[in-house]
């Protein structure tokens, strides 16, 4: 008699129940690897790593292996975010890969590029509340950059304090009727700038805690085992009765 290769009965869909358990499973653990990530701090490497959108590292994906299911990273991106949630980063001067970038241009000082922030130094969030505005701007149209990529094109409407670096962008009327505005301040990063050193990222190590997670779930979860027992038996009962 030939031995039982149980992953080809499961292939076969000869144990439903138990492939419908480890399907479950499966998804579950995803679901939660992909909570852990999103609540990753700093945030914007779990948001990266789970876009799917231009840039982004495409998410956790599930595919068949041999003996089951495999929750992996799509790794999509020119950067490893995942890898930077899960191991960490040490210290990283982001001024040599920022004067790299194509939006990048040269002045008579050298190598420059405006970057556009949300929040200010210490954390909280550029508004008017945090911030003197320097003036309100309004799309007024588009144009390609350098690289042929559509930008839009801004125009001032309203002075206000007319100082820093800081602008008010209109969004459209709320149903109130009055405007809403998204705020930027801009900052210039040159060969002679300092201050754009990232502070070491302490690693999370999601992955062996979603792995040790599945594999207690798969020892002691009474589900799995009643599932693998209904199938056995209808099995048996089908080919040896």
Do not use: C
């Not at 595919?63 to 299911?69: E, H, N, Q, S």
């Not at 420059?112 to 701007?137: A, C, F, L, Q, W």
């Amino acid at each position: 008699m030939q031995p039982i290769n149980l992953q080809r009965l499961l292939d076969r869909g000869e144990f439903p129940q138990t492939a419908k358990y480890l399907h479950s499973l499966t998804r579950a653990a995803k679901a939660k690897y992909e909570s852990y990530i999103r609540n990753f701090t700093p945030s914007w490497w779990g948001r990266m790593a789970l876009s799917t959108g231009p840039g982004g590292g495409g998410g956790l994906l599930i595919r068949k292996v041999p003996g089951g299911l495999e929750i992996y990273y799509a790794n999509a991106g020119k950067y490893n975010y995942l890898e930077v949630v899960e191991k960490g980063r040490g210290t990283y001067d982001m001024k040599p890969a920022l004067l790299r970038s194509p939006r990048a241009r040269t002045g008579k000082n050298g190598r420059y590029i405006i970057i556009p922030m949300t929040r200010n130094k210490d954390g909280s969030e550029v508004n008017e509340e945090n911030n003197t505005i320097h003036s309100v701007v309004r799309r007024t149209g588009h144009y390609m950059d350098r690289e042929g990529k559509k930008r839009i094109k801004y125009g001032k409407v309203e002075d206000r304090s007319g100082r820093g670096n800081v602008y008010a962008f209109e969004q459209g009327p709320v149903k109130s009727g009055e405007m809403q505005y998204s705020y930027a301040k801009f900052l210039t990063v040159s060969e002679n700038s300092s201050g754009w050193i990232q502070k070491p990222i302490q690693g999370a190590r999601i992955e062996p805690e979603i792995q040790k997670e599945v594999d207690k779930t798969v020892r002691r979860d009474p589900r799995l085992q009643e599932a693998i027992s209904r199938d056995v038996e209808k099995f048996l009962t089908r080919y040896f009765d």
